[in-house]
């Protein structure tokens, strides 16, 4: 497997369609309920088609070809061993939608890591993600206060508008926060900065009104590696 690395019309296609790919989990799911099914139809269609694109231009011009990294690489092993357990699958239906899936998810991967190549198009995706997080933070945030005192102690967990449970929206949230630390704490302009900061305690107040522990613990979790790490 491999990937082209010159400008071509293919990459150029693979590039436009990698916001495509990310629109249902990073757009239209977190505000709209139980999308999980368009989710993976978005990964299977739009990531595979990034992956016959990418190899139909390596097999032209392999001149201008990487290969897989150790990541991409453990990840089509599982996708490997994945289409040979179907031999003995007792469902075979249900594991071909995993495998197609995981197929996908090679495609997207590959074409997210050639859209984030230069660190300010990886500081643009990650501040068009938290922007947007942040956003749906805010109005499920209005939502669970504008319906709290009706709600009973055995509902409150349903409380979050846009998310089935209020542990699948700390869940959410659990992957913006080191977003936004990063963004915080990566040299730039002080006003992407505050944003960020902001961003952070918008989402310090979501979880509060979640009351999510095992959400509290993840994005504690998340903070300090990403701190370690930065």
């Known amino acids: 497997m491999c990937a082209v690395t010159a400008s071509t019309p293919a990459l150029r296609l693979r590039r436009m369609l990698v916001p495509a790919v990310l629109l249902v989990p990073l757009v239209v799911d977190p505000f709209g309920r139980d999308m999980q099914s368009y989710k993976t139809l978005a990964l299977v269609l739009v990531g595979s088609l990034a992956l016959l694109l990418e190899s139909a231009a390596g097999i032209l011009r392999p001149d201008r070809c990487r290969r897989l990294d150790g990541r991409e690489l453990a990840l089509a092993l599982l996708l490997a061993w994945s289409a040979l357990s179907l031999t003995w699958a007792t469902n075979p239906e249900l594991g071909l939608l995993r495998v197609l899936f ?31 997080g942040t956003l749906a933070v805010l109005l499920d945030g209005a ?66 009104l979640l009351h999510s522990r095992a959400g509290l613990l993840a994005v504690s979790l998340g903070i300090l590696i990403v701190v370690a790490l930065v």
């Open 102 to 132: 995981l197929v996908g998810l090679l495609g997207a991967a590959r074409g997210v890591r050639d859209a984030v190549a230069a660190p300010a198009d990886a500081r643009r995706w990650i501040g068009g993600v938290l922007a947007v």
């Open 143 to 208: 939502a669970i206060l504008e319906q709290g005192r009706m709600l009973s102690a055995a509902s409150a967990k349903y409380a979050s508008w846009l998310f089935v449970h209020n542990n699948l929206a700390a869940a959410y949230v659990t992957l913006l926060a080191p977003l936004a630390v990063v963004l915080a704490l990566a040299a730039g302009s002080p006003l992407v900065r505050w944003a960020s900061l902001a961003a952070l305690a918008a989402i310090a107040g979501y979880l509060a």
